[in-house]
Nanobody, 127 residues
């Protein structure tokens, strides 16, 4: 049974920083392909950042240069360092891993390959 638990969300003013963490447990390889998604009220969920098995990263254009995704297999943890936060970054942030945990991804796959999800952590950025 795979479990993902996010933490680190909160309320900050524009320009501030937050670090999200996601700890995983269960039958997951030490270098799983994982991603952070977010969903704002009234909007569809979008992938924010991804890190592949081989440490290739991908960011959505709106966060590139401000957010950094990282993974620590020794701690079973995924992180998202967010800086220069904007009100548009407000939303529920979800940690996800690919459904096929035994597969090595050289690059980040399509969104529909992510099949394990955490419950989310709320990020609110005020202007």
């Amino acid at each position: 049974h795979v479990q993902l638990v996010e933490s680190g969300g909160g309320s900050v003013q524009a320009g501030g920083s937050l670090r999200l963490s996601c700890v995983w447990s269960g039958h997951i390889a030490s270098r799983p392909t994982m991603a952070w998604f977010r969903q704002a009220p009234g909007k569809e969920r979008e992938e924010v950042a991804c890190i592949s098995s081989t440490f290739v990263t991908k960011y959505t254009e709106s966060v590139a240069g401000r957010f950094t995704i990282s993974r620590d297999g020794a701690k079973n943890a995924l992180y998202l360092q967010m800086s220069g936060l904007k009100p548009g970054d407000t939303g529920m942030y979800y940690c996800a891993s690919v459904q096929n945990l035994g597969r090595v991804y050289a690059s980040c796959p399509a969104d529909n390959e992510f099949g394990h999800w955490g419950r989310g952590t709320q990020v609110t950025v005020s202007s």
